[in-house]
């Protein structure tokens, strides 16, 4: 059964450096989200993406991320100059038609340490 | 304000036993409406889905959950737990129009032998 794909599944890195993470959406998906979760804290939308362009964002994602499409399969999200609270699991999720069903496919996630 | 509201932080049963997992929903329109489970170290995997139609679905792993307009309720049953069941399961609320999850707080299940 096709799966969203993440990696790293851990990235661990110091405040103020640059971090990218991956997603591998499934194949004929339309629609890319990226959530992110705090430990023990719920799961939060961070923006949703398609046809190229945000389509929405949360007051979360501010100038310090973006998020790319850089070929026909990768999915990222950058975050420019991380902050200690910016530690949390990042989810990326996929879905085949948006609006009309909203049913999102989660990947496994990966979390990020900020030290 | 729309809001998706798990109002058990914790829940223990005993292998066997039924479940009964609570969510309420504040929205203008009723929602797209989700339960998902997730595992420790694990993603978020979907149990099952409401978006119109019988009001009781029925997912994956033997779980149900029935949606009640007057209620505004979306409450996840199973009607013998297995300790596998263990996790923390989270519903989620679709705005119809939207294009984004929001996502209550979850709720811890334990299972005890």
């Known amino acids: 059964e096709p799966e969203v794909t993440q990696t790293p599944s851990h990235q661990v890195t110091q405040m103020g450096q640059e971090v990218i993470l991956r997603c591998v959406p499934i194949s004929n998906h339309l629609y890319f989200y990226w959530y992110r979760q705090i430990l023990g804290q719920k799961v939060e939308f961070l923006v949703s993406?398609?046809?190229?362009?945000?389509?929405?964002k949360s007051e979360i994602f501010d100038d310090q991320f973006s998020v790319e499409r850089p070929d026909g399969s990768n999915f990222t999200l950058k975050i420019r100059s991380t902050k200690l609270e910016d530690s949390a699991m990042y989810f990326c999720?996929?879905?085949?038609?948006?609006?009309?069903?909203?049913?999102?496919?989660f990947g496994p996630g990966t979390r990020l340490t900020v030290l | 304000a729309q809001s998706v509201t798990q109002p058990d932080i914790h829940i223990t049963v005993s292998e066997g036993a039924s479940l009964e997992l609570r969510c309420n929903y504040s929205?203008?329109?009723?929602?797209?409406l989700f339960w998902y489970v997730q595992s420790p170290g694990q993603g978020l995997q979907l149990l099952l889905k409401?978006?119109?139609?019988?009001?009781l679905v029925q997912g994956i792993k033997g779980f149900e959950a029935e949606f009640k307009r007057s209620q505004s309720s979306f409450n996840l049953r199973k009607p013998s737990v297995h300790w596998s069941d263990a996790a923390e399961y989270f519903c989620a609320v679709g705005p119809r129009g939207g294009n984004k999850l929001v996502f209550g707080a979850g709720t811890i299940l334990r299972v005890k032998s």
């Open positions: 409401y978006f119109s139609g019988d009001t």
């Open positions: 999720a996929s879905n085949p038609r948006g609006l009309v069903s909203h049913e999102q496919f």
């Open positions: 929205y203008g329109a009723t929602p797209y």
């Open positions: 993406f398609y046809n190229n362009e945000i389509s929405e």
